[in-house]
């Protein structure tokens, strides 16, 4: 079949494939060098024929990538990175930054290009966007208020691009956007959220300040993502990496709702200020994303708070969940007790208090686990019991002499069996894999045995 007689469908991927690979490979050069790509891309595609051109006009009308966009981002809870602390003096926070951003991080696009680019188009018509409005210079500047004031206009663009996004819009689906570490910035990102009820994927990386302390920290209202008045389509993908940011939480019910179809979710920011104790909340938001396969919930601020004795909470039901990471003040059994995932493989913990405190779980409590991260003061005995890990599972990877000390570092076990097996087979299952076993043995030839050494 020629070129000319492939269905549109097929066209439109081949488009997306050329214009997405442009963006990719210019993704490390710098400046505006890889929205030029994609442009170029574009018009060269558009050459081909008129069936060509039509559909990239097309996709030109609902597509706006400045930079290769992420909306499955990574949240494997075994490779990726604890959120830098505020008192880190090197840039461990932009490295942190960069390790989930890619290559196309560190170099930005200007606003004031990619403004005009929007323009050329239908803003309330694009499906799926990509953003860098951060600005450049700021995230290394000794002193942000003289930086704001000597460079004003380049706030002025930042704040034009978001604003071009943040209209409402039927047909938007995915939004990646990197902001910069301005609290004016946030108030746009909440008016994407609440003004685009089709939202299904959000990506949001905000830029890290080299002198936090001396700007007003930016902070995001949950309450603000969604209004009264609208019907909004659940999400897939809700990822917000900002550590500078506060987070309110104060009235989160509605933001709830919108994460019950979630697949990876993430929050990994400064500060989190709610009306009750951040690990109530945190149950009720497992309680809410009963399709989770990765979630990452981490906070660099850990206020010291109580658990509430007299709290009833139900157990959070996660059966897809593989990949676990919670940094937070307080973490024990009595918090792990009420996750129930069979599918859980990784899980890393940071906190500043022992985590066996308040017993243990019960044995096998995860019963797919394979790798564990911890960093608590404890020992490492301690630890993992307290996940309901039984010694002989993890003994392997420590010294007779280590697993009572008080050790207070950071610790990696791999779990054994590496091989894992549901806890409970069904009948149907076991049947299945009898047959098949007998099967094995009735076609296989018998073992080859060894000579002992003292026969």
Same mark, same amino acid.
């Given at each position: $079949?020629?070129?000319?007689?492939?269905?549109?469908?097929?066209?439109?991927?081949?488009?997306?494939?050329?214009?997405?690979?442009?963006?990719?490979?210019?993704?490390?050069?710098?400046?505006? /060098?890889?929205? $030029?790509?994609?442009? &170029?891309?574009?018009?060269?595609?558009?050459?081909?024929?008129?069936? $060509?051109?039509?559909?990239?006009?097309?996709?030109?009308?609902?597509?706006?990538?400045? %930079?290769?966009?992420?909306?499955?981002?990574?949240?494997?809870? =075994?490779?990726?990175?604890?959120?830098? +602390?505020?008192?880190?003096?090197?840039?461990?926070?932009?490295?942190?930054?960069?390790?989930?951003?890619?290559? &196309?991080?560190?170099?930005?696009?200007?606003?004031?290009?990619?403004?005009?680019?929007?323009?050329?188009? &239908?803003?309330? @018509?694009?499906?799926?966007?990509?953003?860098?409005?951060?600005?450049?210079?700021?995230?290394?500047? /000794?002193?942000?208020?003289?930086?704001?004031?000597?460079?004003?206009?380049?706030?002025?663009?930042?704040?034009?691009?978001?604003?071009?996004?943040?209209?409402?819009?039927? /047909?938007?689906? @995915?939004?990646?956007?990197?902001?910069?570490?301005?609290?004016?910035? %946030?108030?746009?990102? +909440?008016?994407?959220?609440?003004?685009?009820?089709?939202?299904?994927?959000?990506?949001? +990386?905000?830029?890290?300040?080299?002198?936090?302390?001396?700007? *007003?920290?930016?902070?995001?209202?949950?309450?603000?993502?969604?209004?009264?008045?609208?019907?909004?389509?659940? $999400?897939?993908?809700?990822?917000?990496?900002?550590?500078?940011?506060?987070?309110?939480?104060?009235?989160?019910?509605?933001?709830?709702?919108?994460?019950?179809?979630?697949?990876?979710?993430?929050?990994?920011?400064?500060?989190?200020?709610?009306?009750?104790?951040?690990?109530?909340?945190?149950?009720?938001?497992?309680?809410?994303?009963?399709?989770?396969?990765?979630?990452?919930?981490?906070?660099?601020?850990?206020?010291?708070?109580?658990?509430?004795?007299?709290?009833? =909470?139900?157990?959070?039901?996660?059966?897809?969940?593989?990949?676990?990471?919670?940094?937070?003040?307080?973490?024990?059994?009595?918090?792990?007790?009420?996750?129930?995932?069979?599918?859980?493989?990784?899980?890393?913990?940071?906190?500043?208090? *022992?985590?066996?405190?308040?017993? %243990?779980?019960?044995?096998?409590?995860?019963?797919?686990?394979?790798?564990?991260?911890?960093?608590?003061?404890?020992?490492?005995?301690? &630890?993992?019991?307290?996940?309901?890990?039984?010694?002989?599972?993890?003994?392997?990877?420590?010294?007779?002499?280590?697993?009572?000390?008080?050790?207070?570092?950071?610790?990696?076990?791999?779990?054994?069996?590496?091989?894992?097996?549901?806890?409970?087979?069904?009948?149907?299952?076991? +049947?299945?894999?009898?047959?098949?076993?007998?099967?094995?043995?009735?076609?296989?030839?018998?073992?080859?045995?060894?000579?002992?050494?003292?026969?």
């Amino acid at each position: $079949m020629s070129f000319s007689r492939l269905p549109p469908e097929i066209l439109q991927h081949i488009g997306s494939l050329a214009v997405g690979s442009a963006i990719a490979d210019h993704a490390s050069s710098g400046g505006n /060098n890889s929205l $030029m790509a994609a442009v &170029n891309t574009q018009q060269a595609l558009g050459l081909v024929n008129r069936k $060509m051109q039509r559909i990239m006009d097309d996709h030109n009308s609902k597509v706006f990538h400045a %930079f290769h966009p992420d909306f499955a981002p990574n949240l494997r809870a =075994f490779i990726t990175k604890w959120l830098p +602390e505020p008192s880190s003096i090197d840039d461990a926070q932009r490295r942190y930054l960069k390790l989930h951003g890619g290559d &196309n991080w560190t170099p930005l696009v200007g606003s004031n290009y990619q403004s005009i680019a929007i323009d050329n188009l &239908n803003a309330t @018509s694009l499906q799926s966007v990509a953003i860098d409005s951060r600005v450049p210079g700021f995230s290394s500047s /000794n002193n942000p208020h003289v930086f704001g004031l000597r460079f004003f206009n380049r706030w002025f663009a930042s704040a034009a691009l978001l604003a071009r996004v943040a209209v409402p819009n039927l /047909n938007l689906r @995915s939004a990646h956007l990197r902001l910069p570490a301005q609290a004016e910035a %946030f108030l746009f990102l +909440e008016a994407i959220m609440a003004h685009n009820n089709k939202l299904r994927n959000l990506v949001v +990386e905000a830029d890290a300040a080299f002198h936090a302390s001396k700007m *007003p920290r930016p902070k995001i209202r949950l309450s603000k993502l969604s209004m009264d008045c609208c019907t909004y389509a659940t $999400m897939d993908t809700f990822v917000f990496r900002a550590p500078i940011a506060k987070v309110v939480a104060d009235d989160s019910l509605q933001f709830f709702e919108r994460l019950k179809t979630v697949r990876k979710f993430c929050i990994a920011a400064h500060t989190f200020s709610t009306s009750v104790p951040v690990w109530h909340w945190l149950l009720r938001l497992l309680h809410s994303l009963p399709n989770a396969e990765q979630v990452d919930f981490s906070l660099l601020d850990h206020v010291a708070e109580d658990f509430h004795p007299d709290a009833k =909470f139900d157990v959070a039901h996660l059966p897809n969940l593989t990949d676990l990471t919670l940094s937070i003040h307080q973490v024990d059994a009595r918090l792990l007790s009420k996750i129930n995932a069979p599918k859980l493989r990784a899980i890393r913990i940071r906190t500043s208090t *022992p985590i066996d405190s308040y017993g %243990f779980c019960s044995p096998e409590h995860f019963p797919s686990l394979l790798y564990v991260t911890i960093q608590a003061p404890g020992t490492i005995s301690g &630890n993992c019991d307290t996940l309901g890990i039984q010694r002989h599972n993890y003994v392997h990877n420590i010294s007779k002499h280590q697993p009572d000390l008080d050790y207070g570092e950071e610790m990696v076990a791999y779990i054994k069996p590496y091989v894992r097996r549901p806890r409970i087979a069904t009948l149907k299952n076991a +049947e299945l894999v009898r047959k098949s076993t007998d099967v094995c043995n009735a076609f296989s030839p018998p073992p080859m045995k060894r000579t002992r050494l003292h026969e």
